[in-house]
């Protein structure tokens, strides 16, 4: 079982019949449709759902305005949105949008990711990957387990500096630290995680498009998975400017 985004496309709709239209167009895709397995099927259940800080961003000039799908512009029967930051929606026409203010904000965090580990490593002994005591597992699984693997690459006092971070909630290290080698991460290139922070700033795993039609990063193992988000960036923002968006978190 997993979660994950779909970027969902609409015709014009206003907010308070963005649910029902939302409904009709993810209905397809619900793998309960019927008793046996659906290898069209998606998902279980879904909820229109953003977040503060990754919600989408709103045109300065158009903040305010009542065709965005906000707490206020959709009625608490229909759908239970939470109330959002400055210039943050759930979605609404293209044209009102700044997709590109949202890229931008999610380099800005990756910098600012950066810099607070790059702060932790100036504190801390250095930290060795996961990998590394992997290894010494699978070179002898019976003197060391997984478990003696998991065990000491956390006891990493800057290891455990980043999970202790997570759980309290800081503001730079989210919970995917806690499943997720922060060592391993912080070892890619940077400026390629700045690229791909741009690549996945607007649309979700998923994409659904106007025409009704499901794609998504997984569907073709064959297809380089950056493919699917270099096809439903441009989808984006090709389309007409009344055309409604909103991010839906799906479960599988």
Sequence with gaps: MTKFFATVCLPPTPPRKVPQAVAAIMAPYNSELTEEWRPDGHWDWWAIHSGTGSAYLVLPQHDGDRRLVTAKSVPRRKAKLDALGPL????????????????????????????????????????????????????????????????????Q?????????????DPHFGTSFLLNDPVAYFAHDHEEVRRWAVRVAVPGFALVALDGSWTDAGMDPETDTDDHWDRANRYLDDLDGEAVVVNVLCHC
Excluded: I
């Excluded at 006092?157 to 909630?169: C, D, K, M, S, T």
């Design 88 to 155: 943050e929606c759930h979605g609404g026409p293209r044209g009102l949008l700044d997709f590109d203010g949202m890229r931008n904000r999610a380099v800005r965090a990756e910098d600012d990711l950066l810099a607070a580990w790059t702060e932790l490593t100036a504190t801390h002994p250095p930290a060795r990957p996961f990998t590394d005591f992997l290894a010494r597992h699978e070179a002898d699984p019976e003197k060391y387990s997984r478990s003696d693997a998991k065990a000491d690459h956390l006891a």
């Design 157 to 169: 006092p800057l290891v455990q500096e980043v999970a202790q971070r997570a759980v309290r909630g």
